[in-house]
């Protein structure tokens, strides 16, 4: 009985240091944008001291992430997921400031130690893949890596059929270290976010009959300041009333519970917030704890740990919603040009802000096979048609090596309030070898966005807090159509050589070394036989198909009588 207690007494020891070496957290933000889209955030928190991360004690960090950092040496990791287009003027600013963003397709950078410890030095490794199809496949490692799986709390709400139908949807995993200011105390920190805008008409239609159906004439919004309305015509509005939806309808099923909501001290944490104005009603269930906050339009849900969560959101008039706040920069880039040798880039770079300049740093990762000529680096406001230099505080430029890096351009720009800066350049195409062109070239070879970084000394007079991190905002990818060769000419060419070459050799070979001898010149062979039992084959065919056999066989009757 003693050693019992004594090794149940260890084991709850041993369970409250893992609990008290690091928490986790949870949170689900859903903001609806203009009608009919609603933005849901999701942010998962865990945590782990340094210590117990470099003994491989892995409770809230996943054992499967932490062995990989380690054994890379990697000291910080960012991973992002991303697919579809932000509507930036209908949406306003991203979620997060842009910081959980990355460009479409797959984006990775990470902080890498030096492989031998004389070299102190961290490495910054980047990479983007603008061609990968994010799918079911990254979303179920992604859920793999938390605490509850996707089997409890607002992990449960995560569906493929709904993530990967949203508007625009991103995943990111963030992985850092952390240490106080003292530098005494020192935690690993890994932090998951999802984010989907989901159009709210699309979503709450069912998965056995997802054709949508016309809706009703009483449920239309018509426009009745247009001089051709009639009783029996409708013209639809531009503003569309807030539809009415829940969670199970939005996400396909309710809110399974809480995962580990309690914290060290036992408080329980909201994990749903809801930004809704507060003339707009909502149903929760009798077990969920709500509070709302007079000063902002956010409400905060406190659910069950073991209940199931759902919620009903009132319909909402059209002029009742609120206006979304306007990010603080418009960007975006194209190919110039034509033709297979030569092209340029252009950037436009819009400043909405009505007093301040804007300042921020505008990065670009060329392609080897893009070969741009700094000299042609012009920078203009969109009202005037000289070039500016001053628009542009500091350049810094690396060019790139054939076939080993790309080319790697960054700027410091400042924009002017109320206008449009256009920055423009040319570029050469470089012919790739025959072995290097992907499958598909004709479709062209895809280039990463920009990556724009926007200073946070500018963002004082956008309502934002004054110790805010710097936002971020990255331009749409690009296709750059190379030269391409005629792929079937190599085989076409191959076959008619073998072909040509086939016939020469047989031909010639065939007259050099074949003789053309008698049949009763080979010794070895007597040839009489042969003659006589092919005759003799011949013979019996012929009185078979022509009846001689038979003819011969009356005559003799006749004979005989």
Known sequence: ?????????????????????????????????????????????????????????????????????????????????????????????KPHQGRKEGGTGVEIWAWVKAESEADSSLYLLHGMLPREVVCTENLTPFLKLLPCKGNAGIASLLDGHKLFDA????????????????????????????????DIERSKRPRHDPIPRPAHKESLLCDETKPYGTDDACFPSEERRGQ?????????????????????????????????????????PEHAVESKSESTSVRTYTPNATEPFDMVLSHLGPQTFNSHELPALFASRSITGHGQERGGIQTLLTNPSLTTTIEFVYFENLPWFMKPYLHTLRSRLSASSTSDPELIKDTIYRPALDRVRGTQLELAISVPA????????????????????????????DVGPAVIKILPTTSGSRDQQPQQQ????????????????????????????????????????????????????????????????????????????????????????????
Not at 36 to 65: D, T
Not at 74 to 89: A, I, K, N, V, Y
Not at 249 to 261: D, T
Request: proline letters at 5%; hydrophobic letters at 40%; charged letters at 20%.
């Open 470 to 561: 710097p936002s971020y905002i990255r331009t749409t990818s690009l296709l750059l159509p190379l030269p391409t060769p005629d792929f079937s000419m190599p085989y076409n060419v191959i076959i008619l050589t073998s072909t040509v070459m086939a016939l020469a050799f047989g031909s010639i070979f065939n007259l050099l070394v074949r003789r053309f001898v008698g049949a009763d010149e080979v010794e070895g062979w007597d040839f009489s036989y042969a003659r006589v039992r092919i005759g003799g084959w011949v013979l019996t065919l012929r009185d078979k198909y022509l009846g001689i056999g038979f003819g011969i066989g009356i005559e003799k009757e006749k004979k005989e009588q």
């Open 1 to 93: 009985m003693l050693p019992f207690l004594f090794t149940l007494s260890l084991c709850c020891l041993f369970n409250a240091l893992i609990q008290a070496d690091g928490h986790y957290r949870e949170r689900l933000d859903l903001t609806p944008l203009t009608p009919p889209s609603l933005l849901a955030s999701f942010q998962f928190w865990g945590n782990s001291s340094l210590k117990s991360y470099e003994q491989q004690h892995f409770r809230y960090i996943p054992r499967s992430l932490g062995q990989s950092l380690q054994h890379s040496r990697t000291e910080e990791l960012h991973l992002r997921f991303s697919s579809g287009r932000w509507d930036d003027e209908g949406w306003g600013a």
């Open 167 to 198: 508007s625009w949807q991103s995943m990111a995993i963030d992985v850092k270290s952390v240490c106080s200011k003292d530098e005494d105390l020192c935690s690993i920190e890994m932090e998951q976010t999802v984010d989907m805008v989901l």
């Open 418 to 445: 109320n206008s449009t800066m256009i920055l423009t350049y040319d570029f050469d195409k470089a012919i790739l070898r025959y072995t290097e062109y992907p499958p598909d070239a004709n479709r062209g070879f």
């Open 244 to 284: 009415s939806w829940t969670l199970a309808e939005i996400f396909g099923q309710p809110m399974q519970g809480s995962c580990l909501a309690e914290d060290q001290s036992g408080r329980v944490h909201e994990s749903l917030y809801l930004h809704v104005p507060p003339e707009r009603e909502t149903i929760k």
